[in-house]
């Protein structure tokens, strides 16, 4: 967060005591003493995005009873250490300042160094004020200077809202530092600017209105990536799977794109109507990154059926036309049984692998209603396709000896590579098949 002062300031290095502030602390012999914070005063709300800083302090005379010239270094933060605090003034000779660009709901610190023509440098620990909720665009993303920023990133912005008001925005953007208004009266906290040029420094501002106000907010600027920064993305995975239980039966077909290999932050997200596995469309979530169809009723994929995978690209994600062939073969646990009790220390699991020409599957072994993310604590074995496996202490150590309910999944996959341009090496797409069996007591 920056705010924004009438002077610019660099890091003070001298020699600092601290006293309090309500100015009773310990009053030195030389230099200026008995700080006292007028405005804001300790612990006091307000409700603008700019504050007034007004302070007092003495000063002790020089050898010729003449009050010695002082100036201040004044910083401003939202902690009492002042090595966090922003440094909005140096050598500034008035005791007040005005601070720009406060967030709403926060709670900030200031506080004063104060020097002397004789050398002496006294400082105030501070004082605290509140912000209240107040009309203020804030909260940038792109984040105000970002650099090598994606060409297809969106802009957006927070405010502190009310409930059961109505609030809209005027969107101010372009390669001027005095951006043209480019949306007007929208409700929407976000506005997509379309495909940004390459190497190349935005502007941007946001006018925030309600029937009672209007506020606007700071300029914020980004600047995107050159072309060679490009990213290549990772198709992390491709999913056609389908899951065999004891109570239910669903097919799922997901999609997911690695944002970790990507070369900056921002991935854009295909629109709807851009990701195809045969006629099924699949969805955007937003909180698992991903893309996903899900079908509990009738069955849609039929072992040994080939599955062809489209992508209509955008200028974050690239076109993409892959197929794999998904294997006629259906897994089933069966043994142990829905129920049944095994040892902690190992136990023997079978399975009907007569339909199956696979060479491989693989067993996992989880705690029955965790979250369905793979972590430290589950067992994971692959083994040749021959209907039998034991699993051994060393194999169960995972679980550190905890009893209780499990889950014994036995998955069967083929794995296919995507070779595509945009697409780094590792990119796959691969089908799955799921026998799941439940409630499976560990002692």
Not at 37 to 48: M, R, V
Request: proline letters at 5%.
């Amino acid at each position: 967060m920056k705010f924004k002062a009438y002077v610019k300031c660099i890091p003070l290095l001298s020699l600092i005591l601290l006293l309090s502030y309500s100015g009773c602390g310990l009053y030195p012999d030389h230099g200026p003493y008995n700080f006292q914070c007028l405005s804001p005063t300790h612990n006091s709300t307000i409700y603008a995005d700019t504050v007034q800083l007004r302070w007092y302090n003495q000063n002790h005379e020089s050898e010729d009873g003449i009050q010695p010239r002082t100036w201040y270094d004044v910083y401003i933060g939202t902690t009492l250490a002042r090595s966090e605090m922003l440094c909005v003034a140096e050598e500034y000779e008035d005791r007040e300042i005005t601070v720009r660009n406060l967030l709403p709901n926060t709670r900030y610190w200031w506080s004063v160094v104060a020097h002397d023509e004789n050398g002496y440098t006294n400082s105030w620990q501070g004082c605290a004020f509140w912000t209240g909720c107040f009309l203020y665009p804030y909260d940038p993303s792109p984040f105000n200077g970002a650099p090598s920023v994606n060409i297809g990133a969106d802009l957006s912005w927070s405010i502190c809202s009310v409930p059961g008001e109505t609030y809209g925005f005027d969107v101010y953007f372009g390669i001027s530092t005095d951006p043209e208004l480019v949306s007007a009266n929208q409700s929407e906290q976000t506005y997509d600017p379309g495909i940004l040029d390459y190497e190349t420094t935005y502007y941007w501002k946001i006018f925030a209105f309600n029937e009672a106000d209007t506020a606007e907010g700071p300029l914020w600027q980004f600047t995107t990536m050159a072309e060679s920064e490009a990213p290549t993305f990772t198709l992390l995975e491709v999913d056609v799977y389908m899951t065999y239980g004891n109570y239910h039966y669903q097919e799922e077909i997901r999609a997911r794109f690695d944002m970790e290999l990507a070369l900056t932050d921002t991935i854009r997200p295909l629109q709807a109507d851009s990701v195809f596995v045969e006629d099924y469309k699949m969805w955007w979530n937003q909180d698992t990154k991903s893309y996903s169809y899900v079908e509990t009723s009738l069955p849609f994929i039929d072992q040994g059926e080939r599955v062809d995978f489209v992508v209509f690209g955008n200028s974050s994600v690239p076109d993409l036309n892959s197929s794999i062939v998904f294997d006629d073969c259906v897994p089933i646990l069966t043994y142990p049984q829905p129920l049944d009790h095994v040892s902690i220390n190992g136990f023997d699991v079978h399975w009907d692998n007569s339909s199956c020409s696979i060479a491989n599957v693989t067993l996992t072994l989880m705690k029955y209603d965790s979250p369905s993310v793979r972590d430290s604590t589950d067992v994971w074995i692959t083994t040749t396709n021959d209907g039998f496996y034991t699993f051994t202490a060393d194999d169960l150590a995972p679980l550190n000896g905890e009893t209780g309910q499990y889950d014994i999944i036995i998955i069967e996959q083929t794995v296919g590579a995507i070779v595509a341009t945009g697409y780094m090496p590792g990119s796959i797409i691969r089908t799955r098949a799921y026998h799941m069996v439940v409630s499976v007591y560990l002692d």
